[in-house]
């Protein structure tokens, strides 16, 4: 079985700056894509980050020139570094992992930017 674990978020002021991270256990061989979610409240999940297992990333326009997905494939933990934090990108943050043709999600990180 394959566990996931966000963690790093908080409150900060706009213009901030945060790095979660996306620590993967259990039966992982192997490099594997990556992506970032987040879930403001009242509204849909939607797509931030990918960094597939060439290490090839992508971003949401949104997030664009702000945030930097990244990995330590040593240690199986993704990171999202966010800086120039605005109040639009209040919301949980979710890490999903592809591992043998599954999806496993963690349970996020609340990410707070006050204004």
């Known amino acids: 079985q394959v566990e996931v674990l966000e963690s790093g978020g908080g409150l900060v002021q706009t213009g901030g700056s945060l790095r979660l991270s996306c620590v993967a256990s259990?039966?992982?061989?192997?490099?594997?894509?990556m992506a970032w979610f987040r879930q403001a409240p009242g509204k849909e999940r939607e797509w931030v980050a990918n960094?597939?297992?060439?290490?090839?990333?992508s971003y949401a326009d949104s997030v664009k020139g702000r945030f930097t997905v990244s990995r330590n494939k040593w240690k199986n933990t993704g990171y999202l570094q966010m800086i120039n934090l605005k109040p639009d990108d209040t919301a949980a943050y979710f890490c999903?992992?592809?591992?043998?043709?599954?999806?496993?999600w963690g349970q996020g990180t609340q990410v707070t930017v006050s204004s």
């Open positions: 960094l597939n297992r060439y290490d090839t990333s």
């Open positions: 259990g039966s992982i061989v192997g490099t594997f894509p």
């Open positions: 999903r992992i592809d591992v043998g043709g599954q999806e496993f």
